[in-house]
């Protein structure tokens, strides 16, 4: 089987229908080597360039939704573009890279492939596109609503969502929340007192 024919399959479970085209002709200018891999809790996706190797590789999580799968393809193709452009002269997420991103994406931002109640705070997003759309409060909400079934995660909540003073359940241990500093909310695990920062999109089980 062709690699495009390959990665076409891939592509088919896990990208929005009207989007595949699109990611295949994105594989062909610029062609990689493209695997989907178990969840990884510190990124979506992946990206790391190799001078040795003329074909570079593309990670992407296996459980990110339709839509969460597309946007993370074309942020890791942007980093792919940046660095046959510019090589090493620029910073990962720099001007170089958002303008890269932001064009790679400006033909999907519409109707046909995204929910609109997604499109709103995605278009908002690219407007200065950051290291993770993970930062992004409002878009992950919105992309939450379509992320896959899950029985273990279904009570789970965002923890941004918890008031100040709830307790709650994340990784079998007992938090508290406690104040939101930017992106992340200072809790304390009730056992042992100490104190973690931890990210206001974690999904956790409220008490």
Known sequence: MKPIDQLKNILEMHLPLSAISYCLD???????SFKVQKPRSSKLGDFRYRKDRKIQTITINSDLNRFQFL???VHE?????????????????????????????WPILNDSVFPKDI????????????????R??????????????NEFISDQVFLSDLLPGKEFLLSGRKFKKGETRRTRVLCEEIESGRKFLVSRLAKVKPI
């Open 26 to 32: 994105l594989w062909q200018n610029t062609p990689f």
């Open 136 to 149: 992004d409060l409002f878009l992950m909400k919105e992309m939450s609503k379509y992320d896959l079934p």
């Open 71 to 73: 946007l993370t393809y």
């Open 77 to 105: 193709v942007a980093h792919l573009r940046t660095f046959e452009k510019h090589g090493n002269a620029h910073s990962p997420h720099g001007i170089e890279w958002k303008k890269e991103f932001q064009n790679l994406m």
């Open 119 to 134: 499109l709103i705070p995605l278009r908002h997003h690219m407007q200065s596109p950051a290291a993770s759309s993970s």
